[in-house]
């Protein structure tokens, strides 16, 4: 299995520009977040979806955009990039209780993209 | 209410040390309380976790110690390595619904040979 994968791992934009983070796993998981990981400040999820077709807000969900068509991908959208959205950007996934398999809490995380908004 | 405060913001401990970060929580509907560590350039990993009905959970030289009373948690890595060296997050999860996770600032561990 290779996990959890998230492309670009480096990129930079322009303000105003837009883009599509890919993530996708292979582990069959119910769960998929978006998480933002910023300097002292941790990291903070953006979107999750619980399954395919279902996707909600987390606690910084403004200016970027998901959907969620297949179980295996999680694409997250920066519609009109702005400096305040240069950060390190993490996909995770895992289990739900309702998928019929032992259940953890545990989440998987991608290797990141790195974002710079100039 | 629902902040997870963790400290501190950066630790050096000498190989052979005991590491020791501590978080703190508000909000009682909190059901599970992971510790992840990251290395550079590397997305998190999860280290260790602990549910509010024990109050120490031990595997290899890591630990977690659990004060529901106190609302607080805190990891410790005894025998320190080199190895070791990396940013630790204690987090914690809301019951009910979606496991979503309430980070905290993490600590930036150095272990010193």
């Known amino acids: 299995n290779a996990g959890v994968t998230q492309t670009p791992k480096f990129q930079v934009l322009k303000t105003g520009q837009s883009m599509t983070l890919q993530c996708a796993q292979d582990?069959?998981?119910?769960?998929m977040s978006w998480y933002r990981q910023d300097p002292g400040m941790g990291l903070r999820l953006i979107h999750y979806?619980?399954?395919?077709?279902?996707?909600d807000q987390g606690e910084v969900p403004n200016g970027y955009n998901v959907s969620r068509s297949t179980t295996e991908d999680f694409p997250l959208r920066l519609l009109s990039a702005a400096p305040s959205q240069t950060s390190v950007y993490f996909c995770?996934?895992?289990?739900?209780?309702?998928?019929?398999?032992?259940?953890?809490?545990?989440?998987?995380f991608g290797p990141g993209t790195r974002l710079t908004v100039l | 209410q629902q902040q997870v405060k963790q400290s501190p913001q950066s630790l050096i401990v000498q190989k052979g040390g005991i590491s020791i970060i501590n978080c703190a929580y508000e909000?009682?509907?909190?059901?599970?309380f992971p510790w992840y560590q990251q290395f550079p350039g590397k997305g998190p990993a999860l280290l260790i976790a602990?549910?509010?009905?024990?109050s120490e959970k031990k595997e290899g030289r890591f630990t977690i110690s659990f004060n529901k009373s106190a609302k607080q948690f805190s990891l410790h890595i005894m025998d320190s390595q080199p190895g070791d060296s990396a940013t630790y997050f204690c987090?914690?999860?809301?019951?009910?619904?979606?496991?979503?996770?309430?980070f905290g600032a993490g600590t930036r561990l150095a272990v010193h040979p």
């Open positions: 995770a996934s895992s289990y739900s209780p309702a998928g019929g398999r032992p259940y953890t809490d545990t989440q998987y």
């Open positions: 582990m069959n998981h119910e769960y």
């Open positions: 979806s619980v399954g395919a077709g279902i996707t």
């Open positions: 909000n009682t509907a909190f059901d599970y």
């Open positions: 602990i549910r509010p009905d024990v």
């Open positions: 987090a914690a999860k809301l019951s009910g619904g979606y496991n979503k996770l309430i």
